[in-house]
């Protein structure tokens, strides 16, 4: 594989201006979940011009189909998110968001970049593989549902049904020119949690005429981190989160109900659905017993992600062989939530990490920041490394 390698490496530098400049369009005219038409259009009018047949999907999503020219029954899946944040980016960049209030601070305009320049790459190279290479274009990823679990809805894993599906994240926190694999569990389930307390609010001078949804508040929010602490084998990673808190009294108000809204994340489905029972029983318990009432509820997010072992051997393999070893890093469990889980439920998966940051150029920020930035020079490595690991999958 060392000639196509080197035709890969090739080809990346050859595109990767091109790719550049796609990248920094998506960038100027970010687009939120499930509303990418103009991002949707874009990326049939590049398919267009690269002669990839799509079809179109969970209304603003595409699935482009590469067939190779050598004799092969085999179908890779290769996946990108098209969806931007809503967060205003910080001023002053010449491909800054022209969207007030929407920004991709996530990545989602490297992902869907790097698509289409492997789109360029495999496509140039079609005479010289065999199998069927799906493109996949997702909306949706930042909000619930999550585009994947409509896009499988809608038979995105079928009519050819994949053997494996690959994805790549941008990670700020790995230098550009690196890349990271896990194998196995990597990413968690992701739930929401909405949760109201209402008592009797009242004058502060007098709590005995009243029914404190603040106090009573306080010892759910308590006895819920024993949830984590003592109800949750030690061997699963739990997280319980509260990143809102409403009591709306004032110094000598009490008011009549307490508004919460957090996050439950954990790497078990099993005891993902007996904690999210726990947690109901134990609030509404706790407010009961005290003359309060509670409504808890539980909107159930993404599943845990999963990367094949064997598939994600022999991806990391193959990143070993394209960018050397040395560049070619092993990843920690990630408590942050990906719909690409639902891919992962579905088929053999591997979802790995694509190096963005540069501490010499002060690119460090985190996704979801108005900061957030990459060092571009990791779209050669981005667009050439999945073209790669799609080619030798196929051949293997």
Not at 76 to 92: F, K, S
Not at 106 to 126: M, N, R
Not at 237 to 264: C, H, Q, R
Request: net charge negative; proline share 5%; hydrophobic share 40%.
């Amino acid at each position: 594989m060392a000639d196509i390698k080197e035709r890969v490496h090739r080809l990346a530098k050859d595109f990767f201006g091109e790719t550049v400049e796609i990248r920094r369009h998506l960038h100027r005219h970010p687009e939120l979940s499930f509303e990418e038409f103009e991002t949707s259009a874009f990326v049939k009018r590049t398919l267009d011009s690269l002669g990839i047949p799509y079809q179109e999907m969970a209304n603003t999503g595409v699935v482009g189909i590469i067939t190779g020219e050598q004799p092969s029954e085999k179908v890779i899946a290769l996946r990108a998110d098209m969806d931007a944040l809503p967060i205003t980016e910080v001023e002053g960049r010449s491909y800054g968001s022209q969207n007030k209030g929407v920004m991709h601070a996530c990545g989602h305009d490297v992902h869907t970049s790097s698509l289409l320049g492997v789109a360029k790459i495999l496509q140039e190279l079609k005479s010289e593989f065999g199998g069927t290479i799906k493109l996949i274009f997702q909306p949706g990823e930042e909000k619930l549902p999550g585009g994947a679990s409509i896009m499988i809805k809608e038979g995105v894993l079928k009519n050819p049904v994949p053997q494996a599906v690959i994805g790549q994240h941008v990670m700020p926190f790995i230098e550009a020119g690196k890349v990271g694999f896990r194998s196995g569990q990597y990413m968690a389930s992701t739930d929401e949690l909405y949760m109201t307390v209402r008592g009797r609010g009242g004058h502060g001078a007098h709590p005995h005429q009243n029914i404190d949804p603040i106090a009573i508040t306080a010892q759910i929010i308590t006895a819920l981190q024993q949830v984590v602490s003592r109800a949750a084998d030690p061997r699963i990673p739990t997280v319980l989160s509260w990143g809102k808190i409403i009591g709306n009294g004032a110094t000598n108000v009490i008011p009549d109900e307490v508004y919460m809204e957090g996050t439950f994340r954990t790497f078990d489905e099993q005891w993902r659905a007996e904690a999210h029972q726990k947690m109901q029983k134990i609030a509404t318990g706790i407010a009961e017993s005290m003359g309060a009432s509670c409504d808890f509820e539980v909107r159930k997010g993404y599943p845990f992600l999963i990367n094949e072992p064997r598939l994600t051997a022999k991806a990391k393999s193959y990143a070993e062989e394209y960018l050397g070893k040395e560049n070619v890093l092993d990843l920690e469990l990630w408590p942050a939530g990906e719909d690409f889980a639902y891919y992962s439920q579905e088929n053999d998966a591997c979802f790995y990490r694509l190096g963005t940051g540069n501490k010499e150029k002060g690119i460090t920020s985190a996704v979801h920041t108005p900061t957030f930035d990459i060092d571009e020079r990791a779209l050669e490595i981005s667009i050439g490394l999945m073209a790669y690991i799609a080619l030798r999958q196929l051949e293997g």
